[in-house]
């Protein structure tokens, strides 16, 4: 198809530089420099979408980011990306695009028959209609979904990559139409460090939408030019084209998402898709202009129905003819300048209907002039044409405005561009909190007060005549940069100076009177994208939602992805006027960010795959993985789980490792242990605060079991502290809780006890630790710890000295956390792996077995020694784990002691650790199982608790489990049943939670 | 985001930082003594304050130190900071809130 | 204490001369892992002028007390961590630094409330220089690393990514040549560090060297 609507000459596209691309399965022609819009529109296409709920077909209504209609599906497989608007989507050879909402096709669309059916769907239709029956609803929301859907996901995983970056400025300038170009120069010369982000992938704005404005004496375009040569010159000067400030948040922090690469299709080598700006800025200039506003009357949302401006933009920026014969439909003098300049590229101006019952500005002298026919005081009350709007009808109005007069004339054409007014773009002013006022000469809101380091320049302030807003600009950047801390200097200059053409003045007239009675006339709309006429609101209003609030949520006016940018204040003029108020009475609904709908992938960034979250190896890593280990992750480390040797199962490996731990020799990496120093004179005061137990006659040499307890009384840590000195301890924590008991201690040690003499120090990764455990560990450690005393008067069970192993110096600490003999070798961290090699090599004659934590599990299970965070959860205490025997009775206090005593934690109903025996040895109960007492009947059935560790004990020849059961330890003896998910229960006795060993024989000689 | 002004490193990104939650709730000085009432206020109750608001934050990716922050809670202004054990700043709080 | 070949820094598992990367001539970020350090973290009352002078009197240079600077003198460098709190540094390379510092500042500070603790094994440290190193960083560091906010000499204690990292711009203000950052983690923090920065720094070109 050739581009039939292309203009021979004009517009910043390169007509060398031809771009083919796909749309809904045909092959089209644009150029470089088009969106897909006008790439479209060049080639006639108008119909590019069907709305959400009567899938009526529409088209392109804009040239920007408020397109409600034109939503596309880009890209295809798992490179795609839904909803996004093509009047922003920059062509691209090869690109392919879809239409949405429509089965199953454009041109024949099934679920057009919401259109007929119209009556049928009023507001609030969802919630009237699929109340009841409950059950029904998930039926109801399939067919809702499938038949509402806007895009479809990408199909796979994204095949992108995505940025973030933080950044610092002094001043941000939002937009580089003239405004922000103005703000960003001065800010520039002053010598501040600014950042200027244009969605757009051209500076300039509006002035690329106009036709013959001059700045400083030369054309726009140069003025453009010259002022991107001056920014991109200055070394603190960033300009981010392509680039959305899409949030504006507390503190002057502003996000922006740049698209980097998009625009080049997919290829982006080396370069990210998209990058995410998390910016900080001392201050904000705000310049991100004005949207114009439709006008709400009988049929306004046919295919070829037009923003004035966007009609502008086409014919002067991409020298695209939106139609061959235009109606303009105007309340001001916007319109009298889509038809001058639509005239001018040889476009057929049928007629200009304008509200005003006298047009007077510049624009309309113009027209005049021109010879344009001007229908003074008219309307347009009704449009014709199925794809493609064909026919309109013109009627004057009388003169309040309200009723339309005769039948009026009938007119064809196929665009008709309107102007109902411009409202400042307030979005990014309205997320810092700023308060937004209604202008009523301008018709539109206007920023108030600001709320944070901001102001507004140019007309997303209202200011609309171009010389106005390059001196405001000028002014903004200049106050901004001074405002920032810079000191003004001399190279500032002046601001730049133009003509000052405005829109004004205008007629308001929120909606157009049809003159046929409400229904029978064609729908006018004030929400395009949701399918939202002014019969609804007026609806909603009589059915008794008066906030202005509820009226959008009942009606879905200003949602969507479009944010309601083209309807909320027609909607909010509606309301006003049906109700008999004010507008400024009637408020404005709240803007959200984002400003246009964000990637996901860009919110992810680089943190996926190895980067998802820190991995965290220990020293000895490589050895565990070319053994074969299988890892599990404890926190953000990995440990190895268990060590499968060649055609081993997990139960078979796991099985073996416990054995040779019990019967021989097993070696663990415990590296990943949290190790906290601790120095200073009070330091077993401290311990005594921050224990159960006491800690002042630990002597030196020697360790200690300590809980830990919150202050309402419940366990968040346990672990061995060795007294290294006078003064000095080592304290260990689980490995998942290093850094919070860290902070906890911290937080007491600065925030309650300021005057101890204690310094808290995270030592973890300095040691890499193994432990050796089983009868014949202490021989193995006597093979390479020389010339080390290991006997029981010198290193006696928990007892801790210095020595050298295999020629490293080392520390080790005689504690067990198997049940068996066990030594704790800390080396330097860059020694692990040759002191792990060397205990190898000399364990080899004790047959010496790796095990991992699933191993370590078991082992403790059976010793039924509890893991914090496993038998624990937050709601437990040392009494609930009948370690009462570890809670000082004479210290006055630690933390969580008072608690202890609380009337909830002393009820004998609380869950109590105990130990369960299946009746069937081999049965191994599911952790998490409920237990229950007696036969399972009819539920509710009263839960006694849960099982918390459960496994098969190699040792002990059959399956033992620990669980937290009501009243747990009278009940010793007692049946109890677990009804399992698969249907089945299983039946168990309540035993004390330790299996072997009790006395501790094992431990000592 | 916030940004924070410690008061040992100055103003810093919200995220190097860990809220600690309201600020001069003191620990009873003997616990034992607390009846459950008193003691139930000390380790569950706190205040949520609309207006000014005396928090706690700890600088737990920079000095570790922690301190204390006036802070309008509607609009997220940062009054003051000021060290742990220090006395809040004169803020006239009734007009703020 | 064993053979230094025995010894493995914290990057040494990640074969780093094998990551060559990008053309080491038109790479704009140069990576490298700084193996074996000296750093012990010093805690001590640093309003307190007694303590202050014994530091100097025993390291011939003063501690910091502003934050984010750093001094030093002969062989090591001290940075601020906090008002109580500093690292000192010793660069050359010396794998037994650590201990023979944290005793030298036992014996020396021995009448006051202080807390000297070796750490070098706990660290791991990537250096990161050329171009684009102070973009490659920003992207993950909130602080302002603009050269005019953050100085040579200067340091922070700050968040990378998802890590808490030191972060240490070499030289001082009176030669800032290009910025070198050292960059230190916890040690099992390295690894992940070194992908991210080397991840980050992929669009500039990076290339990675031992040292």
Known sequence: MTQSFRLPEGGVIDRGRRLGFRFDGRDYMGCAGDTLASALLANGVHLTGRSFKYHRPRGILSAGAEEPNALIQLGEGARCEPNLRATQIELFDGLIARSQNRWPSLDFDIGALNNRMSRLLPSGFYYKTFMWPASFWMKYEFIIRHSAGLGQAPEGRDPDRYDKTFAHCDVLVVGAGPSGLAAALAAGRGGARVILAEQDALLGGSLWSGNGETIDGAPARDWIEAARRELEAMAEVTILTRTLAYGYFDHNFVALVERVTDHLGGVAGKQPRQRLWKLRAKQVVLATGAIERPLVFAGNDRPGIMLADACRTYVNRFAVQPGKRAVVFTNNESGHLAALDMAAAGIDVAAIADLREDPMGPASERTEAAGLRVIPGSAVVGTKGERRVKQVRIARLNPDGTQALAAGENLDCDVLAMSGGWNPSLHLFSQSRGKVRFDSGLGCFVPGASAQAERSAGSCNGVFGLNDCLAQGFNAGKQAAQDAGIKAGSKGGAAPQAGNGDFLPARWIWEVPSGKPAGRAGKAFVDFQNDVTANDLKLALREGYESIEHVKRYTTTGMGTDQGKTSNVNAIGIVAQTQGREIPDVGVTTFRPPYTPVTFGVFAGRDVDDLLDPVRKTPIHDWHERAGAAFEDVGQWKRPWYFPQAGETMHQAVNREVKAARESAGIMDATTLGKIDIQGRDSAEFLNRVYTNAWTKLAVGRCRYGLMLNEAGMVIDDGVTARLGEFHYLMTTTSGNAAPVLAHLEEYLQTEWPDLDVHLTSVTDQFATVTISGPKARALLADVAGDMDLGSQALPHMGVGDGRVAGIAARIARISFTGEMSYEINVPASCGLALWQALMTAGAKYAIVPYGTEAMHVLRAEKGFIIVGQETDGSVTPIDLGMDWIVSKKKTDFIGKRSLTRPDIIKPDRKQLVGLLTGDPKEVLPEGAHLVEGAVGQPPVPMLGHVTSSYESPNLGRSIALAMIKGGRDRMGQSLQAPLADGRTIACTVTGPVFLDPEGTRLND | ?97 | MIEKYLRQSPLAHMGLGARSGDDTAKAEVRLAERPFFGFVNLRGPGADPAFLGAFKAASGYALPTEAGTSGGGGNTTALWLGPKEWAILDTRGDPDAGPRMADELRTALADFRVAVTDVSESRACIRISGPKARATLQKGCPLDLHPQAFRPGHCAHTRLAKATALIHLNGNDSAPEEAIFDVYTVRSFGEYVWLWLEDAGREYGVTARLS
């Not at chain 2, 985001?1 to 001069?24: D, K, N, W």
Request: charged share 20%.
């Open chain 2, 1 to 97: 985001m916030l940004v924070i002004p410690c008061p040992h490193c100055g103003p810093r990104c919200e995220i190097e930082f860990s809220y600690g939650g309201q600020a001069h709730i003191a620990r009873p000085q003997d616990p034992a003594a607390a009846d459950d009432a008193t003691w139930a206020d000390y380790v569950f109750m706190r205040d949520n304050t609309k207006g000014v608001f005396l928090e706690r934050w700890v600088h737990s990716h920079g000095c570790r130190q922690w301190f204390n922050v006036a802070r309008h809670t509607v609009t997220y202004e940062i009054l003051a900071s000021y060290e742990t054990g220090a006395a809040p700043p004169n803020l006239d709080l009734e007009s703020q809130a």
